[in-house]
């Protein structure tokens, strides 16, 4: 590369930089926290308005086209689709985000936080959005912004992009969607954020994710009954379902359904992971439990390599009140994360098959949402370079995950669409997102912009796997 273009280069990347220092990205993310884009409810018109007042003019100052269609299920939540042609014998990238945002909880935040209202403190940017996903995006469109001005007016690549509205409760429709205007998505590599990194100060790219399948189990008999005119001779519902859950997961978390354990983590994958610390130095870490999981295998493995299943929620007569009564029903809300080669399919019958063989047959079995697993093949010129471009931008060698513990939609874009995936994150582990106290890092969003900035930079140049293909 010659003196000339790398100089350019860290002009894109400077403007990135004084896009964050001047409060510019800053303002935008107050602005953008402040419209209430909760996806629980699809009719939500605060989704369709953070996509035509926050990303279309963003997008449009690129230079693209911009549309907003109804989802794939034709229940509400818009998606946003975006498109810039320079030239055809450019490479092609899509890059992706999510607008929508978990409930406030509003009054369960810190004192004197608001979930709506961006608060700095320190280090630290709090509001509803802030990591997951506004402020990932964000940092993306600014990055992206930065290469247009760096290079006179073109980002010397062609530009997809698809904002949507619906991926915090499973985005609905979205294959669908993919699939109706794949004309309009499909790209030589799909780049996109979400997640965090594996650790606070380490620049990361992880390649897929770990997919999900909810599952809910329910014991039940003929109404409550007196405890002591009929306790003993009664079957409890309570105790019925907590015994089934324990021939599932034992004391010590390990999964003894084997048809929804894992094949043997591949040694590509024990490879990656060899040197990837999970759960250290960072800020608002819970304590890692290490004799809980798996045994023989690393915190890395577990997270990322292997399946788990966890109750998430579980009832029985009325907790909060409790009466002296054999209660009518019990139920126990689960989720299966699992890895790319798991029967994810079949995880209904398996665990139907289970319970009937421990003696569970009044337990029914119910299946909710299914996300499948996905993993770029790590071997991808792709991933070497996006892991060079990282490395250049920051002279760290960038942390390499086969796939995120947890699930994001990227079976939309590996199988539907058919691309490599590469993810940048730009939250952290403790960022709280999906709790009270989210919050992104001042810090990682100034590393964010001129991470990207690199990449997008880098991707008008030649030697992209595109231009080499």
Known sequence: MTSESATTRQHAIDLATEHVDSGAFLADLTRRVAVRTDSTDPDNPALGEYLCTEIAPAVEALGATTRIVPAGDGGGH?????????DPALPTVLVYG???????LEGRWSEGLDPWLLEVRG??????????NKGQHGANLAALAAVRQARGGRLGFNLRLLVETAEEVGSPGLRELAAAHRDELTADVLIASDGPRAATDAPTVFLGSRGVVMLTLTAERDGSHHSGNWGGLLRNPATELVNALATLVDGRGRLLVDALRPPPVPDAVRELLADVTVGEGGPDNPQVDDAWGEPGLS???????????EVLAMTAGTPESPVGAVPASAVAHLQLRFVVGTDWRSAADAL????DAHGFERVRVDV?????ATRTDPTSPWVTWVRESLRRTTSRQPVLLPNLGGTLPNDVFADVLGMPTLWVPHSHPGCRQHAPDEHLLAGIAREAVQLMAGVFWDLGEPGTPARTR
């Open 78 to 86: 818009p998606a946003l689709l975006a498109s810039l042609e320079e």
């Open 98 to 104: 999510h607008a929508d945002v978990q409930p406030g």
């Open 123 to 132: 280090d630290r940017w709090y509001g509803r959005g802030t990591a997951d």
């Open 299 to 309: 915190r890395a493995e577990r997270l990322l390599a292997w399946n788990t299943l």
């Open 352 to 355: 139907r098959a289970h319970l």
């Open 368 to 372: 909710g949402g299914q996300v499948p």
